[in-house]
Each structure stands twice: as C-alpha cells, then as structure tokens.
C-alpha cells in the first residue's frame, strides 16, 4: 500500500536526519512529504523508528495509508504520480 508520511520537524537538524533516513523507504516528492510503498508490518516498524528520532512534544510527523484502489484517481502537477516500485530488478 502506499503511504504518504509528512512531517513538520522544528529543529533544523533533526528534519535532515529524518528526510535522510526516510530516503530509504521511499520516494521524496515534497519538501517535507514522502510515498513508501510498504506493507503494514513495515509501515509500524518505520513508525517505531520514526518515533525514536523526534521529539513529540516539538515535532509533528503524520502516516497516512492510500488504498492501492485510489492510485489511478491521483492527480498531479509539476511531477509523475505514485508508483509502486519494480517487483524485479536486474543486475
């Protein structure tokens, strides 16, 4: 499934470690916004990790789960729309 997971991170640095950390589970499509295309067991380990590098009572980090259904109603502008990643890839 796809999930969008949006942030609002006070601290200058934190906002970086995270934006880093999250380019590894997905596409950055906005400055503070990311498509991961993870399972729900995934989806709830990232959110474990995510928890671990902010602070709750300054940050504002937000999952969101878009069923595969709504895909194809997506708009957009200025960029591709969401797109799981390949099922193979070849080395």
């Given at each position: 499934?796809?999930?969008?997971?949006?942030?609002?991170?006070?601290?200058?640095?934190?906002?970086?470690?995270?934006?880093?950390?999250l380019?590894?589970?997905?596409?950055?499509?906005?400055?503070?916004?990311?498509?991961c295309?993870?399972?729900?067991?995934?989806?709830?380990?990232?959110?474990?990790?995510?928890?671990?590098?902010?602070?709750?009572?300054?940050?504002?980090?937000?999952?969101?789960?878009?069923?595969?259904?709504?895909?194809?109603?997506?708009?957009?502008?200025?960029?591709?729309?969401?797109?799981p990643?390949?099922?193979?890839?070849?080395?």
């Amino acid at each position: 499934m796809l999930v969008l997971v949006v942030y609002d991170i006070a601290d200058d640095k934190r906002r970086d470690r995270l934006a880093t950390f999250l380019e590894g589970y997905g596409r950055r499509v906005q400055e503070s916004v990311f498509e991961c295309f993870l399972t729900l067991s995934e989806m709830q380990a990232l959110h474990l990790k995510v928890l671990k590098k902010v602070k709750p009572a300054e940050d504002n980090v937000r999952f969101y789960w878009v069923p595969v259904d709504a895909l194809p109603r997506t708009l957009t502008i200025g960029s591709d729309p969401p797109q799981p990643p390949p099922t193979v890839y070849i080395i």
